[in-house]
């Protein structure tokens, strides 16, 4: 049975991240193997087990030689290194940079403090998202951002658009995409970082993703806790390679810093729901960068596929761009309400602004919410139907949750029926199933951040 899970779990993210992929760039065919692009560190997953694989145009690796879900499991436990170099970082620059790029986006990129960052949104004129992105305010005149691979194409074209049109106006402001740098994501559970740090001992005999059992005394463990989440976090791995006292960095906050002899851009970030680190990095200091962050973790942090991230940021509730958010999708309908400043509410000036503010104030007719459900795991289009067989919407994401050992998936569902605890039938291969409305994330997340 197990087996049979972790079949499915495999060819259920292959064919999620394949579909995402075909609908983030219209009129694409997958590259043949020898059009493929290629990062600075492919000959390195081949060499360690990565099985390659088609994705937004470029081989990257789905898993390696443990499964998929092993290797879910270990980022849980013990951290995973992505390579996500795909991915494309840019920096805006000059002293209009920022309201040039909010005239793209839902944030309140003004009101960031210099050198923190957020989630945002790419709208077009009616409100849908074109991409999500983390853009980080460096200073008043340099704004950082990474957009998705499959989306960067079209992502580039709307800036570069706008751009001229800005600029043609007097606005000063100009970008440079950093194809010279190579982009890793370092995941690391906070709980037991905290606990290196504290020279203890996690062991989790039941729920490996749930909170540990301490094997201390009680009086031991009431002082531990206290230290937990009064202490410092200085991420071990990663610390051994930089001088910058990393417990001084928290979620989503940023950096320029050397690393194992290499300038690097640090944002305290991820997609899984882990505490964890993105690390631009020159192309030419890649490989070792990442020889040395598996080297200090003394085989704890694994190279970690596609599969596994995508299971991940599943059970972290996080949306995938071309299947749970779309241009089609308003920020406001995918959940991300959060992501709209206060400031942007009151005064707009975004693209698509008259139609999200109208959904913040009278609500939207759809909404994502996350899903558990019986019976096989539902996929991508599945139909969701209340308990008397009327249509409320449809599955974007679904599968078999390797901490939860149970089924999730998100999707889209009529507003009425979208609170917690709500009854539905979902149709997987045309029979019914029972499933329920249930909060996101399905595994609380253990960002850093301060007391």
Known sequence: MRGGNLWQLGQSITRRLAQ??????????????????????????????????????????????????????????????????????????????????????????????????????????????????????????????????????????????????????????????????????????????????????????????????????????????????????????????????????????????????AHCFLTRTGYTGEDGFEISVPSENAVDLAKAILEKSEGKVRLTGLGARDSLRLEAGLCLYGNDMEQHITPVEAGLTWAIGKRRRAEGGFLGAEVILKQIETGPSIRRVGFFSSGPPARSHSEIQDEKGTSLGEVTSGGFSPCLKKNIAMGYVKSGSHKAGTKVKIVVRGKLYDGNVTKMPFVPTKYYKPS
Request: glycine share 8%; aromatic share 8%.
């Open 20 to 261: 995402a992929d075909k609908k983030a760039i219209t009129r694409r065919s997958f590259a043949s193997e020898a059009e493929q692009k290629k990062t600075v560190l492919y000959d390195f997953h081949v060499a360690h087990g990565g099985k390659m694989v088609p994705f937004a145009g470029w081989g990257m690796p789905i898993q390696y030689k443990d499964s998929i879900m092993d290797s879910t499991l270990n980022c849980r436990e013990n951290g995973g290194l992505f390579d996500v170099s795909h991915m494309c970082g840019l920096s805006l620059k000059g002293k209009d940079c920022i309201p040039f790029l909010e005239k793209l986006v839902v944030a309140d990129v003004a009101g960031l403090t210099p050198l923190t960052g957020t989630l945002t949104v790419f709208t077009n004129e009616k409100g849908g998202a074109i991409d999500d992105s983390v853009i980080t305010k460096v200073t008043d005149d340099h704004i950082y951002l990474v957009v998705n691979a499959g989306c960067r194409d079209k992502d580039l074209a709307h800036i570069e658009e706008h751009m001229k049109a800005f600029k043609a106006k007097g606005g000063d402001v100009s970008w440079h995409i950093h194809d010279e740098r190579s982009l890793l994501a370092l995941q690391l559970p906070y709980i037991e970082a905290c606990l290196v740090n504290l020279q203890l001992r996690m062991v989790c005999p039941v729920d490996k993703c749930g909170s540990p059992f301490i094997s201390k005394s009680p009086c031991t463990i009431a002082s531990t806790v206290r230290g937990i989440l009064e202490g410092p976090l200085a991420a071990p791995v990663l610390q051994h390679l930089t001088k910058e006292d990393l417990s001084k960095i928290y979620f989503g906050e940023f950096r320029m810093l050397d690393i194992n002899g």
